[in-house]
Nanobody, 116 residues
Framework: QVQLVESGGGLVQAGGSLRLSCAASGRTFRNYAMGWFRRAPGKEREFVATINWSSSSISYADSVKGRFVISSDNAKNTVYLQMNSLKPEDTAVYYC?????????WGQGTQVTVSS
């Protein structure tokens, strides 16, 4: 089993920054991707960013491109999401995801609230 624990969420003013962390434990995979998704109230879960195990493939949703940066520290089994220039519409529960071994694993989510 894979356990994912997110941290770093909180309340921030518009224009501010937060850095989310997701620490993975349990089984490891030779090939995997990690990413961030979010779900705002009344909306479906949406893709935010992903990064593969070698950091050779990174993608972002158009809505966060240029503002968010995803990175990973493989030695620490941790993925980060640096969020800059935050907007109220970024308010959501952010979920860490690992895709490996043909399965998806999810963290419990961390709340990010951006005030106007």
């Amino acid at each position: 089993q894979v356990q994912l624990v997110e941290s770093g969420g909180g309340l921030v003013q518009a224009g501010g920054s937060l850095r989310l962390s997701c620490a993975a434990s349990g089984r490891t995979f030779r090939n995997y991707a990690m990413g961030w998704f979010r779900r705002a109230p009344g909306k479906e879960r949406e893709f935010v960013a992903t990064i593969n195990w070698s950091s050779s493939s990174i993608s972002y949703a158009d809505s966060v491109k240029g503002r968010f940066v995803i990175s990973s520290d493989n030695a620490k089994n941790t993925v980060y999401l640096q969020m800059n220039s935050l907007k109220p519409e970024d308010t959501a529960v952010y979920y860490c995801n690992v895709r490996g071994g043909g399965m998806d694993y999810w963290g419990q989510g961390t709340q990010v609230t951006v005030s106007s």
